[in-house]
């Protein structure tokens, strides 16, 4: 270790800081997994952590467009900064994600100042197109990729928890998304390469991992059978067994399901498996089976309830989450109706709710029974409050139980307090230390006794 003074000679690390960089992240795991990653190529670049987003001077909106309101809020974050440019000119804007790759060349048109808009399969290319700014041009990087297997280290925001990609893009073609235009095809990373990624997160005392994809259980149905015969057999219930074993991971999730393709063998899978949490994120839009058949969702609201009804019987205390769309096109008052009673009968511990929102390139945003705004407001309020009534009284099962909690950080509110989630996900807060004075930190499993319950968290004392 050498003390560090202002040298005459500059050491390599003062050639290498290039100034600081701030990266804001819109929309999904998948995005903020991607941030990570780019954070990851800059950190290794020598650019350091901005303090404050008006003063980096570098700046990636990893961006979003799933709906219209998401795409909005990109606009307005990044008319502040070209207005710095102005004023900086070597200030950096990147635009990254997925309004990057709807919106391409369209992007540089319209706000000048952007010197590069990187589609989502180009995270891991960050340093070689940022040395391509670098020789003054301005950057498009929007083509069709192959994804090239991560070799940086990801720059991860939690010390505890972990995302691990296992399946990029998507191969559906449900009638409102603009996924598939903007992720791509399907492609499967390799189980090795998986479970390497999870041994060294394992290494640097990562506790659970999430394994992260838009159809998680397609997983392996892009590698071809062949001389890689084999191939054929690789499932994600393969791949829970493949990476289970490994020393230090306590637990294992993953997200999003699609209930395509979830699978008994699955459910037999987790219920079999210690470290696979009892929490299921499974879509499933909407209640009503014409509505579905318009979404092109491959699935009758029946399957789905077979598949929760199979999850309640084999792990009686798991939660199950889901999304829903609200106001599709052509949506009577009646599928509605049927969208709250399938949360109503399932009793889904919680539900991301969304109003149906137009999207570029998808058919059914050309469809002409789109559905009046004021009806899209009433609709997703009276879902809401479905769903929070639900969740409480879901809630209520916890009341009194004793609850294994994975301890994430501390409470950002309350510093005398740890917060972490149950197995199933719920988030719970708790003293730092118990009577007898033993405190404790993040990353430690411990138990806690559920005390106060409200909708979408939980409050325990230390046992
Ligand atoms: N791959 C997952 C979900 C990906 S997108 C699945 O198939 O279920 C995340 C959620 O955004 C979706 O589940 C859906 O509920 C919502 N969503 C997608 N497109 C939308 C649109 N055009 N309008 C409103 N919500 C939308
Ligand atoms: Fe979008 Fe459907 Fe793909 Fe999910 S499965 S990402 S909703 S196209
Ligand atoms: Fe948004 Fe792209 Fe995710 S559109 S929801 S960030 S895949």
Known sequence: MTTVQLPTKTPTYIENLRGSYWITTFGCQMNKADSERMAGILQKMGY??????????????????IRDNAEQKVYSYLGKQARRKQLLPHLKIIIAGCLAQQEGEALL???????LVMGPQHANRLETLLNQVDNGQQVLATEELHILEDITTARRD????????????????????????????????????IKNEIEDLARNGYKEITLLGQNIDAYGRDFKAGDHNILNQITLSYLLEYIHDIDGIERIR?????PRYFTKKLIDVCAKLPKVCEHFHIPFQSGSN????????????????????????????SSISADAIVAFPGETKLEFEETLSIIDDI?????NTAAYSPRPNTPAAKWPNQIP???????????????????????????????????????PKDSSQLMGRTRTNRLTFFPSSSKDGKSHKPGELIKTRIKDIRAFSLTGTLV
């Not at 048109?109 to 010197?115: F, G, L, T």
């Open 347 to 351: 009793k889904f511990d919680h539900v």
């Open 290 to 317: 014409q509505i579905l058949k318009k979404m092109a969702r491959g699935y009758t609201i029946q399957d789905y309830k077979a598949i929760t009804n199979y999850i309640k019987e084999k792990m009686p205390k």
């Open 254 to 258: 993953f997200a999003t399901s699609h």
């Open 158 to 193: 939690s010390t505890i928890c972990g995302w691990v990609n296992i399946i990029y893009g998507c191969n559906e073609r449900c009638t409102y998304c603009v996924v598939p235009s903007v992720r791509g095809k399907e492609q499967s990373r390799s189980p090795h390469a």
């Open 373 to 411: 705004e004021e009806i899209k407001i009433r609709r997703l309020k009276e879902i809401n409050s479905l769903v929070e009534g639900i969740a409480k009284e879901k809630n209520l099962r916890y009341k009194d139980s004793l609850q294994e909690i994975l301890i994430e950080n501390i409470n």
């Open 109 to 115: 048109r319209r706000v000048p100042e952007i010197d």
């Open 48 to 65: 350091q952590p901005a303090l404050e987003e008006l003063k980096a001077d570098l700046i990636i909106y990893n961006t979003c467009t």
